[in-house]
């Protein structure tokens, strides 16, 4: 289970929150890839007939979420990142899409990180804030019943 964050003040707007089991909040991002589902497809030729093949459903593929944020006071992501050194905390995850007046929540299996990516910092550009970014691996998207 990751740090408990300290009082996290974020530097930017963020609508994409990502919950472990318990309600333990990893943190709040701006920006969010990875919500995608695809099947593999095998195609089969069948013998004496060169007019097409028939194409058949194989195994369902998902990438890895990649979230990324403006840089913030806590350290719980980079926290939970380096407890996969030790020992994965491979569990439910919830990403949760918060709108102006309505939410949507997606849940994956087996989630847990497999890249922390921190800011680069450059005194002589206009930026002024970094983004850090967090790439979440995951046994697949749990459909609804």
Not at 73 to 92: E, R
Not at 129 to 136: K, Q, V
């Amino acid at each position: 289970m990751p740090p408990k964050m300290r009082g996290e003040e974020l530097f930017t707007n963020d609508i994409f929150k990502i919950e472990l089991p318990g309600s333990v909040t990893v943190g709040h991002f701006s920006h969010c890839s990875g919500l995608e589902l695809s099947f593999e497809v095998f195609e089969y030729a069948e013998g004496g007939n060169n007019e097409f093949s028939h194409k058949l459903p194989g195994r369902l593929r998902h990438p890895n979420l990649v979230l990324s944020r403006g840089l913030t006071d806590s350290d719980a992501l980079l926290m939970w990142f380096a407890q996969t050194k030790t020992k994965a905390q491979q569990g439910d995850l919830t990403l949760t899409v918060q709108g102006a007046n309505q939410t949507r929540t997606f849940a994956f299996h087996d989630a847990f990180p497999v890249r922390w990516t921190g800011p680069s910092f450059d005194a002589n550009s206009a930026a002024v804030f970094g983004t850090e970014t967090l790439e979440i691996a995951h046994s697949g998207l749990v459909l609804p019943a």
